[in-house]
């Protein structure tokens, strides 16, 4: 059974940084596609981006430049590393596993304060 687990949310001040891990369980991490999204209060869940098993890397628009998703495979663990937070970026933020999305962590919250 597929396990991920978020770490590392919190209340930062706008133009803060945080960085989140996501460890994974029950499934070969180093072939799998790794991504980040999040969903703000009243609004759909959005992709942050997502990191390939050979290290590539793809952004959504809004978070480019700013975010940077990395891996580690020997600790199973992805991250997000989150720079020049703005207040917009107030949400959970869910780790997923797959091209498909099939597995999904619990989210942990990230509060940008103004």
């Known amino acids: 059974q597929v396990q991920l687990v978020e770490s590392g949310g919190g209340l930062v001040q706008a133009g803060g940084s945080l960085r989140l891990s996501c460890v994974a369980s029950g499934m070969l991490f180093s072939i799998n596609r790794m991504g980040w999204s999040r969903q703000a209060p009243g609004k759909q869940r959005e992709l942050v981006g997502y990191i390939s098993s050979d290290g590539n890397t793809m952004y959504a628009d809004s978070v480019k430049g700013r975010f940077t998703i990395s891996r580690d495979n020997a600790k199973k663990t992805v991250y997000l590393q989150m720079d020049s937070l703005k207040p917009e970026g107030t949400a959970v933020y869910y780790c997923?596993?797959?091209?498909?999305?099939?597995?999904w962590g619990q989210g942990t919250q990230v509060t940008v304060s103004s």
């Open positions: 997923y596993a797959g091209v498909r999305a099939s597995s």
